[in-house]
């Protein structure tokens, strides 16, 4: 097993960032998010998320709205506050997931400034998070 020193888990815990996501299925009329692990993060997309939800919680054509809160880290390792609203429609769900599914939500309504500034910063983060466990391999 390849140990990781202190220095290099300071910085990973540096770029570290938080995701809380709230979640409402706006066509049934239900909130899918009662506890902070019902909803989780999958994958970012230019227009959209991946997310893996509750069984049942949703079909295709749905309308959600979500509120996407992240506590995350800029350049300097600062902290910083992002939340952002956004309305979508389920356009694929993916199986069953240990009584989850796999859905990709396509944004319809939200701000693009905002979400694009959103991606360059997880991007940035991760691309930094890369640069730190590459220096194991040496």
Same mark, same amino acid.
């Given at each position: 097993?390849?140990?990781?020193?202190?220095?290099?888990? *300071? /910085?990973?815990?540096?770029?570290?960032?938080?995701?809380?996501?709230?979640?409402?299925?706006?066509?049934?009329?239900?909130?899918?998010?009662?506890?902070?692990?019902?909803?989780?993060?999958?994958?970012?997309?230019?227009?959209?998320?991946?997310? *893996?939800?509750?069984?049942?919680?949703?079909?295709?054509?749905?309308?959600?709205?979500?509120?996407?809160?992240? /506590?995350?880290?800029?350049?300097?390792?600062?902290?910083?506050?992002?939340?952002?609203?956004?309305?979508?429609?389920?356009? *694929?769900?993916?199986?069953?997931?240990?009584?989850?599914?796999?859905?990709?939500?396509?944004?319809?309504?939200?701000?693009?400034?905002?979400?694009?500034?959103?991606?360059?910063?997880? *991007?940035?983060?991760?691309?930094?998070?890369?640069?730190?466990?590459?220096?194991?391999?040496?």
């Amino acid at each position: 097993m390849t140990e990781l020193s202190a220095s290099v888990l *300071e /910085n990973l815990n540096q770029i570290t960032d938080s995701f809380i996501i709230l979640a409402t299925n706006s066509t049934s009329g239900s909130r899918i998010s009662k506890k902070s692990d019902d909803v989780i993060l999958v994958a970012l997309a230019r227009t959209g998320v991946t997310l *893996e939800v509750p069984r049942r919680s949703c079909s295709r054509g749905h309308s959600f709205i979500l509120q996407i809160e992240a /506590n995350v880290h800029d350049a300097d390792g600062e902290p910083v506050r992002f939340e952002t609203q956004v309305t979508g429609v389920i356009e *694929e769900i993916e199986g069953d997931l240990n009584e989850r599914f796999e859905v990709r939500l396509e944004f319809r309504q939200y701000s693009v400034d905002e979400w694009q500034k959103f991606l360059r910063h997880v *991007e940035n983060r991760q691309a930094e998070a890369n640069r730190i466990l590459g220096e194991l391999k040496k």
